[in-house]
């Protein structure tokens, strides 16, 4: 089954790559990187990302992309390990430097998220959020952290690496 998202392009990083894009997003030695890569709109309900770190947690939040949303969750993410990194050409490095992939957003009326392949085909835990407009899926607000700290210790133990945790983020 052929996806329209390039494998060569979007594989995971290793050794010496992996430090260098380390260094380029400024990501502290023992970090566990989590990434959201999306549209910066409420309806994508990055701010729930938020949620998944505070200082001194062990994990720094990427969030590539731009739109009408980015003031209000640069404002809320005030003091917190997270990187704005507005809009990226080169998406394939961020999924790339990152460990865990979060999909903050329900999906309304869209399709599958392409940003959801990248991140699998790069190696990342992806922590999505199951819930749709017709109902279906996890609602429980701490079910996303709870599934994203186990992805971290999972990750941490060396146990996982790429997989998938369905959660809300509510």
Same mark, same amino acid.
């Given at each position: 089954? %052929? +996806?329209?998202?390039?494998? +060569?392009?979007?594989?995971?990083? %290793?050794?010496?790559?992996?430090?260098?894009?380390?260094? @380029?997003?400024?990501i502290p030695d023992g970090d566990v990187v989590v990434s959201a890569v999306v549209r910066l709109h409420p309806?994508? @309900?990055v701010d729930r990302a938020l949620r998944l770190v505070e200082p001194g947690c062990g994990r720094t939040l990427l969030v590539a992309g731009d739109g009408p949303d980015a003031d209000r969750l640069g404002r809320l993410a005030h003091g917190l390990p997270v990187t704005f990194l507005g809009w990226i050409d080169d998406v394939s490095s961020v999924h790339r430097v990152s460990d865990i992939s979060v999909q903050p957003f329900s999906i309304r009326g869209e399709g599958s998220p392409t940003s959801v392949v990248e991140a699998a085909l790069s190696g990342?835990?992806?922590?999505?959020?199951?819930?749709?407009?017709?109902?279906?899926?996890?609602?429980?607000?701490?079910?996303?952290?709870?599934?994203? +700290?186990?992805? +971290?210790?999972?990750y941490n133990e060396g146990l996982a690496v790429g997989g998938i945790a369905l959660a809300t983020m509510s």
């Open positions: 089954l %052929q +996806t329209a998202v390039d494998e +060569t392009v979007f594989r995971p990083a %290793q050794g010496d790559d992996r430090r260098r894009l380390r260094e @380029r997003f400024g309806d994508k @309900r990342c835990v992806l922590v999505a959020n199951s819930a749709s407009e017709r109902g279906g899926g996890i609602y429980a607000g701490d079910r996303a952290a709870l599934a994203l +700290t186990r992805c +971290t210790l999972a």
